[in-house]
């Protein structure tokens, strides 16, 4: 189990490929899985510029010149004179028989540092089978872990993962916004990609990889994480009958895939992160501080995005940052706490996403300032059994949350939530006790600990503490937290998380790990006193 006295460095084989630092985050450890089972795979390439893809589109003979005349008109057409000019720049370039790519630029991932191909190496040799095992496995942790894999998509790509469920960024931006953002990033800049300068060449077939020098790739990195403050384009509504799964990909209106088929139902990892949110929209809290914004990031890394959804598991439907549930079985859930939310801070917004399709929500009585919970309520009927709720796992419910999710006022709904969760356990003094879990407790890296588990198993939280206190105490530890030091606290969370790992909370080592690593990167303080 990680602590804070086991920070160790680790190999970082997705660094110097200028990708989104989450996405390199996750990618590092989808490599790091694989190679724990013994399939060693290496990052090909990761950001790719706009000039390279264009270069890619226009170099395969099935796209003679024709074709690139008429694409740059639709790009002009559509808002984005750079790009068109762009393409039109690689018009006449020498064609070749491989196909590289059908993404336009500024239209793939990997423009935007959220896409990466991977290869398998086997006795130093690339598996170029895109069926081989290793593939397979490799997709299959990729998509536990959020990511969507290039293995199941219709013309299988086995190496290559993103970040991001929609196919490209066109389903999420439109021309015009994609034209900007890319100008900006990369008008002044050279055709290079993000691939280090040994990176293993792709098979044949598959989009070689460039040499980069690494100030230019780390000067793209600290670009593409920038986004700029602009809200989100909203996907259209749907009907049933709009709704479409082939394969393990679920596709709502304009083939836009929004979710991975997984046992009786889907999910999605969702695309944009609370840090993301607090960039694109920096006066949506301005009174809140930043240290609290940098606690819920972090924990939200072991729930989801704000575009996340999930309705495979026993809770019928969840989603968001901190995956709010319809509740198991016959039980009260959170999500209807975060629908009731929306409808006080923006009643319109609920009503054109949820009422006017018949939702609403049945709150049960709790008192001020925690958590709220209830039942949603479909037609009329209040869904307060595992029967009724069962029709929360059909896809065009899954549509209709991710869809919501992409409206600022529903953004800034679960942002609001997520911020009040902390208030409802840490300033409270616990049962029994004078103290508060803030005298104990006071430094962000710990506060991220006892919020992660507050999120996953709400009613544990100040008994766990208390057991790692107690044992703190008894080892010779000082018993008035108001004497302790950064290094006591160090040592009372190293003892939480042994008791929090020996409570039936989710993959809690896990979960740990995940929020070490913030420390780790210098997102999350471990010294006392910095949670503020």
Known sequence: MATLHDVHSAAAPAKG??????????????IATCRQAGYDFRVSQGLRTPQVQAEYYCKWKGHPATLIDSKSKMLADKGAPWLAALLSNYRDIPRQKNKLTEQLPGSGWHQWGLAADCYCY??????????????????????????????YFTFKDSGHVQAPSAAGATSVYTWSYIDEIMKQRFSAKPPVTGSATDAPQAPSGQAPSKDTAPAAVASFAREVAMEAAAAPTV??????????????????????????????????????SIGKFFEQDPDAFPNISKSLQRVIQAVSENEGKIEAINTYDNSFLSCGVFQWTAGAANGAGELAGLLDLLKTRAAAAFQEYFGSLGLDVEMKSSPPNTLQ????????????????????????????????????????????????RVGTFYPVPIPGRSQKLSDYISSEYGVALLLDEHVNRPGHVPKTLLAAVTAFVSGGGRKDPKTWTTADESKVLDLYLVKRAQTNMTDSDKRAAATLKHVESGNLSAERGSFA
């Open 17 to 30: 490929f200028g990708l989104d630092a989450q996405f390199e985050a996750t990618l590092t450890t989808l």
């Open 122 to 151: 086997r006795d130093g040799k690339m598996v170029e089978d895109g069926n081989d095992p290793c593939y397979e496995f490799y997709a299959q942790e990729a998509t536990k872990l959020g990511l969507t894999a290039g293995f």
């Open 235 to 272: 996907p259209p509504p749907a009907e049933p009958g709009d709704i479409s799964v082939r394969g393990k990909g679920v596709f709502g209106p304009g083939g836009t895939r929004f979710g991975t088929v997984l046992r009786a139902g889907m999910f999605n990892f969702g695309a944009t």
């Open 373 to 420: 919970y209830g039942f949603l309520v479909l037609e009329g009927q209040t869904l307060n059994t595992g029967a009724k709720k069962k029709v929360l796992r059909e896809n065009i419910w899954a549509y209709r949350f991710w869809r919501a999710a992409h409206d600022q006022e529903v953004r800034r709904a679960q942002i609001a939530l997520a911020m009040s």
